[in-house]
């Protein structure tokens, strides 16, 4: 049942793919018969003034698709503008590679998205038949059979079994052709080998910065926790055993009543600093690992919250303790600023991403900028390279959507 739900899961996942990428083939394909047209005209050598339109056109269209796969894997950066000159662009390498992919994601991608949408209406349409098959003319007239003569309800749900068929084929032929359709993106819009990274270097140049400001953020943390709850129960400890030893010889009853102040005020100290030690890198983690850690955070949850852990292996604990920390911010800020019901978590892994998404039925309108640890959040997130994608109209839901890289 369990490997039923995983592959409907993975199929409606590559259908949503293969409809993202069917628009840009729409793109590609208006682009390659655009391209005809321009290579007609240059026949005549009014095409050559249509060359720059169309590279731009290209160049679009291939930042549209790099978008794409990025919201879904490794991101792909944007080259920037077409190379000024006509001669110039059509040397670029990155120029060529588009229009390789442009011919090839217009043919075999737009083929393969087309395919995907066609398979479950086939399904839907044959499987509800022996609905609506009295409204059918007698004769010819299976949906998509022509020559089916269709003749009573036996032979409508036979095509209703047909139907079924269908739909098999659509959950089991969906992840292959998503990754088909999304082969020629990830082969021919990454920069090629030995081309400038220098957008790449800026990247991780602005990532490293928000790893250090992260991390700046986080020392600040613990020492704030530290000055002002560890450190402030323990001077009261030492002030109530001063207190208390002067007290022994002159009223021992009170002497009594100090000590089992300052005993309080120790435990206190010893619970604020457990607090901090979990913050820094929860050793639950360790003992129970990440879906054990994030059941506890789950059960301890005041908003009535729903687990989903879906990891077969263990991640890096840098990972894994990243997860932990934006699950429980995002917890905390579902208590505190949502006024939700409810609150849902689905943790899971997708090849090298661990994919965490926070989803509650609140109010929202979160904001970043309004100092709810949203930004802390997604500081922490791109910090190890990763994506945060935050969604939250007024009135609700909120959806966070986190990715993480976490090797193969």
Do not use: K
């Amino acid at each position: 049942m369990e490997h039923v739900r995983r592959r409907v899961r993975a199929s409606v996942d590559a259908l949503e793919h293969l409809v993202g990428g069917l628009g840009t083939a729409v793109l590609a394909l208006g682009t390659l018969l655009g391209a005809v047209v321009v290579a007609a005209a240059c026949v005549g050598g009014v095409g050559l003034l249509l060359v720059p339109g169309l590279l731009q056109a290209v160049r679009s269209a291939a930042d549209r698709e790099r978008a794409r796969l990025s919201r879904w894997g490794p991101p792909i950066p944007e080259p920037g503008p077409v190379p000024a000159g006509l001669r110039t662009a059509l040397r670029d390498p990155v120029v060529r590679r588009e229009l390789r992919w442009v011919a090839t994601h217009g043919t075999v991608g737009f083929g393969a998205g087309l395919l995907a949408l066609t398979l479950p209406i086939y399904a839907v349409q044959d499987i509800t038949f022996p609905l609506w098959y009295r409204l059918v003319t007698p004769g010819p007239g299976a949906p998509g059979i022509w020559w089916w003569h269709i003749d009573g309800l036996g032979d409508a749900l036979a095509v209703a079994l047909l139907g079924v068929g269908w739909l098999v084929i659509a959950v089991a032929s969906g992840p292959a052709l998503a990754r088909l359709q999304a082969r020629p993106g990830r082969r021919l819009l990454p920069p090629p080998p030995g081309f400038d990274l220098s957008l790449r270097v800026a990247e991780l140049t602005a990532t490293r910065a928000a790893a250090l400001d992260a991390h700046a953020v986080e020392l600040r943390r613990i020492e704030r926790s530290l000055h002002d709850g560890t450190q402030n129960r323990l001077v009261a400890v030492n002030v109530l055993l001063g207190a208390a030893r002067r007290a022994v010889r002159r009223d021992p009853d009170r002497a009594d009543e100090i000590l089992e102040r300052a005993q309080n005020a120790a435990e206190q100290a010893l619970g604020e600093l457990r607090t901090v030690v979990r913050g820094i890198l929860p050793p639950v983690l360790g003992d129970r690992g990440l879906a054990g850690a994030l059941a506890g955070l789950a059960a301890e949850c005041a908003v009535p919250c729903r687990l989903s852990v879906d990891v077969d292996v263990r991640c890096a604990a840098s990972v894994e303790a990243t997860a932990y920390f934006v699950v429980a911010e995002a917890l905390t800020n579902v208590v505190r600023h949502s006024g939700a019901n409810g609150v849902e978590v689905v943790v899971r892994r997708e090849r090298d991403r661990l994919l965490v998404t926070i989803t509650d039925d609140g109010r929202g309108d979160a904001d970043e900028t309004r100092g709810s640890g949203l930004t802390g959040i997604r500081r922490r997130v791109e910090a190890y390279d990763g994506r945060m994608t935050l969604t939250s109209p007024p009135g609700g839901p909120t959806r966070m959507h986190v990715e993480l890289p976490c090797g193969l």
